[in-house]
């Protein structure tokens, strides 16, 4: 039987919520760990792009972008119900905006930007997810679904950064989502640490916890 294939990088945020989608619809891929530094000919091959995650379905079809790999893999199986009331003008202002201050924030100084106002500008949509979960337990609603899982990693980095600072906000239901994900058993399986992938390695896989 063959597998799709996954390229990933561990702690690359769009690669975690694929992984984290992948685990969710009970969908098994052989897992292929790269090094940024030396991408392998076989990825480059499938999306010259040269980003992960690239998910190899067949010779002829492949999926290279996070949230495309989530809608697919959720559309072939959603047990969880990850797909219902997914907030995808959240995910966009999360891939868009927040990701833009995110970056000027994090690499001030490839960037040669200022570190304290893409802070701000990027707390202001934080702002936006605390209000919402003081009113529900997810930003899916009742359950954690699509909208968390592609949203988490990318707050968890930014939150990362600079730590104490973060947690001196004044966000506490922001807080302790972002603690519950990092925290939680899907979460540790899609942090596995993988060896660097090889042509003429054994696969391994990500799969679901049995």
């Not at 936006?128 to 609603?141: M, Q, R, W």
Request: hydrophobic residues 40%.
């Amino acid at each position: 039987m063959t597998f799709p294939v996954l390229y990933t990088f561990r702690r690359c945020p769009y690669a975690m919520r694929a992984r984290l989608a992948l685990l969710s619809s009970g969908t098994v891929c052989e897992c292929r760990e790269i090094k940024l530094s030396a991408k392998p000919e076989a990825m480059l091959n499938a999306s010259p792009k040269g980003t992960v995650p690239v998910l190899v379905l067949s010779e002829s079809r492949v999926i290279d972008q996070s949230l495309d790999i989530m809608k697919w893999t959720l559309s072939q199986s959603d047990p969880e119900n990850w797909l219902e009331n997914a907030r995808f003008d959240l995910i966009e202002r999360n891939d868009t905006l927040f990701k833009h201050h995110l970056d000027l924030y994090k690499y001030a100084t490839r960037h040669q930007s200022d570190p304290h106002h893409h802070r701000h500008e990027a707390l202001q949509i934080l702002l936006d997810l605390e209000k919402l979960l003081g009113t529900t337990s997810f930003l899916n609603g009742a359950r954690f679904g699509l909208t968390d899982a592609a949203i988490a990693p990318f707050v968890r980095q930014f939150a990362a950064t600079d730590s104490e600072w973060f947690e001196a906000q004044k966000i506490p239901h922001l807080q302790t989502w972002l603690r519950d994900f990092i925290s939680s058993r899907r979460f540790g399986q899609i942090m596995h640490r993988f060896n660097p992938w090889r042509p003429n390695d054994e696969p391994v896989f990500l799969r679901p916890a049995t």
